[in-house]
């Protein structure tokens, strides 16, 4: 009797499921034809399939419906393979089969037996890190330090270029391999800005000037949390790139890699998209001081970081810094209107506020006072919407207040609280999450707490003001950590994320294909992006963990920076035996 082995090797898109083995169905045998299925019960959808055969003694002639071969068989074949045609790899959960037939080689015998394995495949080999014990700190009700080592390892997975040999996320690649500039410049390199695989230097920019300003004002955190030099080794990514995209003697900077329309209207990952991507640049006489000035702000905060741990990197940061800077200085304009690319994006309302950003950064890098008058000059005294990429009013407020300990800063900076307060007009959720948008609200109450918490620290206010900074900035991180009952932290918590919209992390392994369907996929990704912060609820607490819905589950660089910092100031207070009462958070405690 002859016996067909097959093998079936599928992308199941969940952590916990098993092998499935099943025996395959004959349903006819003539002569030295045969056709047969293998139906497996799947307990969660799969987003792609890759089926190995094994048949002895070997057949030909195989004809199936269901995947294309990566080898097409020829002769009398013993071993063949098939991934999922590009379109019909996501099946739901229940009854998923496969059928085939052909024929067997030589004459005579039984029937064919076979069975079939459904292999597990979503062991990507990541495995969270062990989550680190800060000892000699006061009692927390999150552990800080954790969340700051797996927010590092979300910065890990949205490198761009070629990999290190020490890159912890198995399911990332080299990519962006050809990302150059007009003239053939080096442009690999940097973060991909979100769920997409565009580099937007304006929002990159930003994300690495905050996780900088947490290491430089929080080091004894990071220190004794044991990050610090993952944090060292993952804003060096960012600034070598920012180092690449300035010429000065041409006067040029390199603020985009990647069409934002093209990316956006795909679904892919970095390693599987189109290498070649165009690079957009501002210049003298298209100019876009906004992201330029953020940029030397981001340069100037990163020399300020590696002054003792990498003097030359340092010192090439800072000249690079004071040569964009003069350059943003002298050349104003919306970057978004020399870029139309970015408009649809990332169009800055206003580039009064990153020149003043700027200049405080080029000032505490230089100690020059030249750069504290252009400061000064520029400073807006009004109180801040909302601390982003877009506007640094509230960082402004902080920076003015530790160069100048003016009176003047310091009420600046509880204007900017009290609008974020009830009494102020902000809507709060009923579980209290201070809701300033829709799009992104976890983002907007991050980064504001890591504002009160270092007004707190710069001792901006009275010591009733600073205790209450301390409890809202608090009770506001609480809320993404799992105060109502679930983590918006992907992969830390209690009931995370399982579909942050994010096209690497919701890919198959190569080579199977990836598009729309693995967008589409009911399923959790196939991939954990650890320590991700979504965007949020609504306004009402509501939330739902679906990969299609970008406004709530979207997951960006600029997300993870004011929060990481501010959980880091939190980790500081701990340090010190300063954390307010966490049980007090469900009253609503208004800043």
């Not at 069409?259 to 298209?286: F, L, N, Q, V």
């Not at 003047?408 to 999450?433: F, H, R």
């Not at 918590?493 to 690497?504: A, E, K, V």
């Amino acid at each position: 009797m002859w016996r067909a082995v097959v093998t079936l090797v599928a992308l199941v898109a969940m952590s916990e499921a098993k092998n499935i083995t099943t025996t395959m169905e004959l349903l006819q045998h003539w002569d030295n034809n045969w056709e047969g299925r293998f139906c497996f019960d799947l307990p969660n959808p799969i987003v792609g399939f890759e089926i190995v055969i094994n048949i002895t003694p070997g057949v030909n002639s195989i004809q199936q419906w269901e995947g294309k071969w990566l080898h097409e068989p020829s002769g009398c074949s013993t071993e063949m393979t098939m991934v999922n045609q590009d379109s019909h790899g996501v099946h739901a959960a229940g009854e998923f089969c496969v059928k085939m037939m052909g024929k067997i080689c030589g004459t005579g015998g039984g029937d064919p037996v076979g069975h079939g394995t459904l292999v597990d495949l979503t062991d990507d080999g990541q495995k969270a890190p062990a989550a680190p014990h800060v000892s000699g700190a006061a009692s927390m009700k999150y552990n800080y330090a954790q969340v700051m080592q797996l927010s590092l390892m979300f910065y890990e997975a949205q490198r761009s270029g070629k990999l290190p040999a020490d890159n912890r996320i198995p399911w990332r690649g080299d990519s962006g391999l050809q990302d150059h500039g007009a003239n053939g410049e080096d442009l690999t390199g940097g973060w991909y800005d979100a769920g997409d695989n565009v580099k937007f230097n304006f929002p990159m920019a930003f994300s690495t000037t905050i996780m900088c300003y947490s290491g430089l004002e929080f080091a004894e955190a990071w220190q004794k949390s044991g990050q610090m030099d993952q944090l060292y080794s993952q804003l060096r990514w960012p600034l070598e790139y920012f180092l690449k995209c300035w010429n000065n003697a041409d006067q040029e900077l390199y603020v985009q890699v990647g069409s934002g329309g093209a990316d956006h209207g795909s679904w892919t990952s970095p390693e599987r998209m189109d290498p070649d991507r165009p690079a957009y640049k501002i210049t003298a006489s298209k100019p876009g001081s906004d992201v330029a000035m953020e940029t030397a702000a981001a340069m100037a905060c990163g020399s300020l970081l590696f002054k003792t741990k990498d003097a030359h990197f340092s010192s090439a940061l800072l000249t690079n810094a004071k040569q964009i800077y003069s350059f943003a200085k002298a050349h104003q304009g919306f970057y978004s209107t020399s870029v139309s690319d970015a408009a649809a994006y990332y169009r800055s309302q206003n580039y009064t506020d990153e020149n003043n950003w700027g200049a405080f950064w080029l000032h505490w890098a230089t100690g020059e006072a030249s750069y504290l008058q252009d400061a000064q000059v520029r400073y807006a005294h009004e109180p801040a919407w909302g601390f982003s990429w877009d506007e640094q009013i509230g960082g402004n407020h902080i920076l003015c207040y530790k160069f100048l300990k003016s009176d003047a800063c310091k009420a600046d900076m509880a204007s900017t609280v009290e609008l974020w307060s009830k009494a102020g007009g902000m809507t709060y959720t009923p579980k209290c999450l201070a809701f300033r948008a829709v799009w992104g609200a976890l983002r907007y109450a991050s980064n504001t707490a890591f504002l009160a918490l270092l007004a707190d620290k710069y001792g901006m206010g009275s010591s009733s003001e600073l205790a209450s900074y301390r409890q809202w900035g608090m009770c506001q991180l609480h809320y993404a950590l799992g105060d109502t009952g679930r983590s918006f932290v992907v992969g830390y918590g209690t009931n995370p994320p399982t579909q942050p919209h994010h096209r690497g992390a919701s890919c198959p392994v190569e080579p199977l294909v990836c598009n729309w369907d693995a967008q589409q996929n009911s399923g959790p990704n196939p991939h954990t992006i650890y320590g991700a912060l979504v965007g949020g609820p609504g306004a009402q607490d509501d939330y739902t963990d679906s990969r299609t819905d970008f406004i709530h589950n979207e997951v960006a660089c600029d997300y993870n920076a004011g929060f990481t910092g501010g959980v880091t100031a939190l980790l500081d207070l701990a340090l010190h035996h300063q954390l307010p009462d966490p049980s007090a958070c469900s009253s609503c405690p208004q800043p």
